[in-house]
């Protein structure tokens, strides 16, 4: 026979698991959301990249000089047409459109700085502000401004972005 005392504490230890758990799912959930923020977060600039280095391999060079936002008709004033079919078209420096390729995305301040791919012994860095979709070269080879604990997440969880890119 069961005496009066005998479930004492259970419902105790119940509540105990179960708020155990909801801060064990909590922790998963939060840390999960987190990956997934710093692996989708420059989507939308790799994404320019991307169409970028397609329309290259397409050698649909007006197209993709208006991605630097100017046009053949009304060239940027720094980067001219001739100067960009220079430096992108296979006639210019030899770039071989197939092996185009982005490698890797940083947010530095206010944009992103992609680097691409562009043979064997060539990488560009390139600029996308986060609010204007305009590509440009990078005026940094690197974020200055980040810290001890960015780098280390950048060279480990940057590894995990590599599929993403491609």
């Known amino acids: ?40 977060k420059n989507h939308g600039q790799e994404s320019v990249a991307k169409n970028f280095i397609q329309l290259l391999r397409r050698q649909d060079y007006p197209a993709a000089y208006q991605l630097w936002g100017c046009t053949p008709s009304k060239p940027c004033p720094d980067y001219t047409y001739d100067k960009f079919l220079e430096d992108w078209s296979a006639k210019g420096s030899g770039v071989d459109p197939a092996s185009l390729s982005l490698v890797d995305s940083e947010t530095c301040g206010s944009g992103v700085i992609l680097t691409i791919h562009a ?28 810290g001890a604990l960015s780098i280390m997440m950048h060279r480990t969880l940057g590894k995990l972005r590599k599929p993403l890119l491609k």
């Open 1 to 40: 026979m069961a005496g009066y005392l005998d479930q004492y504490g259970e419902s105790d230890e119940r509540r105990s698991k179960i708020i155990l758990r909801i801060i064990g799912i909590s922790v998963a959930v939060v840390i999960a959301t987190s990956i997934l923020y710093y692996l989708f």
């Open 119 to 146: 043979g064997p012994a060539r990488e560009e860095k390139l600029w996308i502000e986060k609010n204007n979709p305009a590509i440009g070269f990078s005026p940094l080879p690197r974020c200055p401004h980040k």
